[in-house]
């Protein structure tokens, strides 16, 4: 079992920045990716940007170059840095580990409001 337990939202103006924190804790050895969803109101959870743990990082088209992803193995943490911002980055942003066997965690999700 692997728990996750997400902070950093909040509300921002457009334009704005904010850090999400994810800390990882359990069986954390057994993790491979992590990574954030985002689920805007009334709609679908979307992938955003995921890590390896070799350092790797992919990133949704609607994201790149605004949201950068890294990862401390050191502290079982990932982070989510957002900038510029948009009033459709708002919803809730859940942090998701997953193992070598495919098996996936999600924390209880942190809620980001970006107002126009």
């Known amino acids: 079992q692997v728990q996750l337990v997400e902070s950093g939202g909040g509300l921002v103006q457009a334009g704005g920045s904010l850090r999400l924190s994810c800390v990882a804790s359990?069986?954390?050895?057994?993790?491979?990716?992590m990574g954030w969803y985002h689920q805007a109101p009334g709609k679908v959870r979307e992938l955003v940007a995921d890590i390896t743990s070799g350092g790797r990082s992919d990133y949704a088209d609607s994201v790149k170059g605004r949201f950068t992803i890294s990862r401390d193995n050191a502290k079982n943490t990932v982070y989510l840095q957002m900038s510029s911002l948009k009033p459709e980055d708002t919803g809730v942003y859940y942090c998701y580990s997953a193992n070598t066997y495919g098996t996936l965690y999600w924390g209880k999700g942190t809620p980001v409001t970006v107002s126009s």
């Open positions: 359990g069986s954390i050895s057994s993790i491979n990716v």
